[in-house]
């Protein structure tokens, strides 16, 4: 992904946060004739409790997809993927830049990460990587629901899900945020976006704010 320096984003605990409140990614790798894609849910391994600063790479993320899907036929162990993680977004009017000439933006947050796939065994490798997402949504996004009274009917279906570890070995993140803008025009869109309705535009209101704080003399997010 093409990332211009002043939208770059280094800040791993920033990453890790978006990555954890949009979960579902898109999986990309290799096919025929075309790259294969698929929406699934992805959590970090419940086993790293390293801190929320480490570096992504040498992180494991878990995902599972349906068996019947043919992009899951395609993965090896050990092959290359990148998964896709799109945060909050929205379009940006020049009204707001009380100045002409002046052009309309897309502003948006997305976090690309690169690794290996390792397709897991199907049985209870795969059962624990049901349960773990299970237990991870609930904990953020659910209303406390146990999952163990259910775990019959899991056993029941798993075999039609197929989990895989992901390995990070590289990542790249775009947080376009207004950054090329006057401070007094990223202050306007900030204040718009902050005004709406729209979860997703509130959400892109603090953003602005954090990076624009934790960013350096540069412009780039550490």
Known sequence: MFVPGVYQNHDPAQLRDEMRRNPLAVLASNGEPAPMLT??????????????????????LLGHMNRANPHWAGLTAGSS?????????????????????????????????????HPIPAGDETLDVVRWTVEAFERSFGSGWDPQPSLGYFRSIVG??????????????????SQEQSAE??????????????????????L?????NNADPAGVTR
């Open 185 to 206: 025009r990223q202050d306007r869109v900030a204040a718009s976006f902050a005004a709406s309705e729209e979860g997703c535009l509130r959400e892109l209101a603090e």
């Open 160 to 177: 039609d899900v197929g989990a895989f570890r992901f390995e990070i070995t590289g990542v790249d993140a775009m947080y376009k945020l």
């Open 208 to 212: 602005m704010r954090v990076v624009r």
């Open 39 to 60: 929406h699934l849910p992805v959590i970090p391994h419940p086993d790293e409790g390293g801190a929320a600063d480490a570096p992504l790479p040498g992180s494991v």
């Open 81 to 117: 993927a990148t998964l896709v993680f799109l945060g909050p977004h929205g379009y940006v009017t020049p009204v707001l830049y009380n100045a002409t000439p002046a052009a309309p933006t897309w502003n948006f947050v997305t976090v690309h990460v690169h690794g290996t796939v």
